[in-house]
Structure formats: structure tokens, C-alpha cells
């Protein structure tokens, strides 16, 4: 999967990107389809990398972080902040 080259420099500090073409790591990632329960955007050979997943992440995020073995944590640092934020705190 090529990137054109606008996405090329935008994407070129995420794990998924390989000087412009998806990694082989990456495109095994995507051939499994793990990732659709939490992006459905990620799910396909179309894949989405600029879709909202939701609590502020967008799929490239979501890709970025299970190439880089971080998926986990960040997804639970995301939950928490998004519990956070929909809290009313009275001074």
C-alpha cells in the first residue's frame, strides 16, 4: 500500500510507515483484522487511517500504537482521561 506524498511526511514518525509504503509488519497487522473492534476503520485493504475512532483517537493512532507494542496502555490512558473529562468538579 503506497502513501501519496503529503501523507508520506505526515505519517513518517508512525511505526506503519516505511519510506512512504506500509510496512510488511504493518500490513500483517492489518490482514489479521484485530484492530476493528476497536477502529472499525481499520478493518479491509481501504483502510482509514484519518477516521475519529473516538475519545480524540484516530485510527492511525490506533495502528501506530499496536506496531509499537503501547496499544494497551494507551488505549487505558485514553479511557481515563475520557472519564476525567466527563466528571463536574465544584470548586
Do not use: R
Not at 507494542?69 to 472519564?83: C, D, H, S
Request: hydrophobic share 40%; no cysteine.
Amino acid at each position: 500500500m503506497n502513501m501519496d506524498k503529503g501523507k508520506q511526511k505526515i505519517y513518517q514518525e508512525y511505526f506503519f510507515n516505511a519510506n512512504g509504503v506500509m510496512s510488511q509488519e504493518a500490513i500483517s497487522v492489518m490482514d489479521e483484522g484485530n484492530l476493528g473492534s476497536i477502529a472499525p476503520s481499520l478493518i479491509g485493504k481501504a483502510a482509514d487511517l484519518d477516521a475519529p475512532v473516538g475519545h480524540g483517537l484516530y485510527g492511525q493512532d490506533v495502528f501506530h500504537h499496536a506496531l509499537s507494542g503501547t496499544l494497551k496502555e494507551f488505549l487505558a490512558q485514553k479511557q481515563l482521561t475520557a472519564e476525567l473529562l466527563s466528571k463536574h468538579f465544584i470548586l
